[in-house]
């Protein structure tokens, strides 16, 4: 089983509001990531949150197949909230699909591709990429598991840099892996992106 990872406990420091809660067409931010992930062949998501967290759940639904669990260490960084996901990960899970909680335009149909791409390949990290360049959502093997609870400051990136040869990278003609909400500035930019799309 391959476990999603929803990462979404961080302050938003450089947004100057919880980004999590912001509209997103009908719905806000994090719910929109929260359902496309529900949408997808993930049998089992864990939704971390953090700074925030009792708002942020007070605001969202989720489905049978997402459990919450709280970083209490989000001060810390991105790297806190990949190590509480892994930890709190049922013992049997073969596999970790990371997922950022700002990524409201990552579709069912790119996770279900990764997934794929994992179960078939004998590769035991898998990274989408868009014009030569990684994007999110990737995919972990358990037997990195030991590893991504070691990460410090450079997080998830430095087990990748220690297994290069040991990872598929998927092309995909989806510009948005590469796209997080960090700024106001880039809210807009989505939003106006995913206003055209649609």
């Known amino acids: 089983m391959i476990v999603g990872i ?3 406990a961080g302050e938003s420091k450089r947004m100057g509001t919880p980004k999590q809660l912001l509209p997103w067409g009908k719905t806000i ?13 993930l049998e089992q998501i864990l939704l971390v949150l953090g700074s925030h967290a009792g708002e942020i759940a007070g605001k969202i639904t989720i489905s049978p197949k997402i459990e919450i669990v709280v970083n209490h260490d989000f001060k810390e960084g ?13 013992a049997g899970a073969d596999a970790f699909m990371l997922l950022l ?12 591709r990764l997934l794929d791409e994992y179960q078939t390949s004998k590769h035991g990290i898998v990274i989408p990429v868009y014009n030569g360049k990684h994007g999110h959502p990737v995919i972990f093997a358990a037997k990195y ?26 092309p995909l003609d989806a510009p948005e892996i590469l796209t997080d909400i960090d700024t106001p500035q880039d809210y807009q930019k989505a939003k106006a992106q995913a206003e055209g799309d649609s």
Request: hydrophobic residues 45%; negative net charge.
């Open 78 to 90: 991105m790297s806190s909230s990949v190590k509480c996901g892994i930890k709190n990960a049922p």
């Open 101 to 112: 909680g700002d990524q409201p335009f990552i579709s069912p149909a790119i996770i279900n």
């Open 6 to 8: 929803i990462l979404s």
């Open 29 to 41: 931010i994090l719910q929109q990531v929260i359902d496309n992930a529900a949408a997808s062949h």
């Open 145 to 170: 598991k030991q590893e991504l609870l070691a990460i410090a400051d450079q997080g998830a990136k430095a087990v990748v840099n220690n297994h290069l040869q040991d990872i598929l990278e998927v």
